[in-house]
């Protein structure tokens, strides 16, 4: 009678090692099938998986006790306040190596516009990136392409790519960067016309009396509206609920200057 047991480590062939150092068998008597090969992860940032195999050995080489196996790491960590897609994940693992072999006198923005360009490479075809850089941020702007595909679902696609790219050249230069990832003028033109619906909701606010709510935003969108009527002394802004999709409601202020409750 055979017994099936599973071990796990941090590629294949450890995995098999530790089989095969359990149960006391060569590598060429032991039986096994891969489950999962595992992953890294994204440049060792985010998203590392387990190798994953499984044995079956004869009842007379199964262990009394077998060892503990390691515990296994959660299969995606990312940040709470993205959610990164499949396709964009994949391009960022397929940069490692030329992230690896770049110079450290590099400049950020110029390491970030060549990791960028890679994942658009991936998504897209003759899509060209222009960077902006500047004390305050770096600003990237791609042209061409599908720029549907590279936005993505109310912009999740365009959030995961700054997301990543921040990440990268922050961990090779060991220091924070703020930088902004647009396609097309896409979020230029989102600025503006968050900026004046927030004019025309704080109007109504004011002009009603009453709390105007915008429905579900993101923490880039909340802050624009945030920003558009920080100046207005007769209402006030609040983001409302948990995670990164949250209500913002616009509440106006009594005559004298306390906020209305």
């Known amino acids: 009678m055979?017994?099936?047991?599973?071990y796990e480590s941090s590629s294949v062939a450890k995995a098999v090692q530790k089989a095969c150092r359990d149960l006391k068998l060569t590598e060429e008597k032991l039986k096994h099938d891969i489950i999962s090969y595992g992953?890294?992860?994204?440049?060792?940032?985010?998203?590392?998986?387990?190798?994953?195999?499984?044995?079956?050995?004869p009842e007379e080489s199964i262990p009394e006790k077998p060892r503990e196996q390691e515990e296994a790491t959660t299969e995606t960590e990312w940040d709470e306040t993205v959610d990164v897609p499949q396709p964009i994940t994949a391009a960022a693992e397929d940069t490692t190596e030329a992230i690896e072999q770049q110079d450290l006198d590099d400049a950020p923005a110029e390491l970030g516009r060549e990791v960028l360009q890679r994942m658009v490479d991936f998504i897209t075809t003759d899509a060209t990136i222009s960077v902006k850089n500047s004390r305050e941020r770096i600003e990237y702007n791609v042209s061409g392409g599908n720029t549907g595909v590279l936005i993505g679902k109310r912009g999740q696609t365009l959030e995961a790519?700054?997301?990543?790219?921040?990440?990268?050249?922050?961990?090779?230069?060991?220091?924070?960067?703020?930088?902004?990832i647009d396609v097309e003028d896409y979020l230029k033109n989102k600025r503006s016309n968050l900026e004046n619906m927030a004019k025309r909701m704080g109007e109504k606010a004011k002009r009603t009396g009453k709390p105007i709510s915008f429905g579900q935003m993101n923490a880039y969108d909340r802050r624009i509206v945030h920003i558009a009527l920080k100046e207005d002394d007769k209402v006030w802004t609040q983001s409302m609920g948990d995670g990164f999709y949250r209500k913002l409601v616009i509440f106006p202020k009594k005559k004298n200057g306390r906020k209305q409750k």
């Open 39 to 57: 992953s890294s992860g994204i440049f060792g940032l985010v998203g590392t998986k387990k190798a994953r195999i499984r044995v079956t050995v």
């Open 161 to 180: 790519m700054q997301y990543l790219v921040g990440k990268i050249i922050s961990k090779k230069f060991e220091k924070k960067f703020r930088l902004e």
């Open 2 to 6: 055979s017994k099936v047991i599973e």
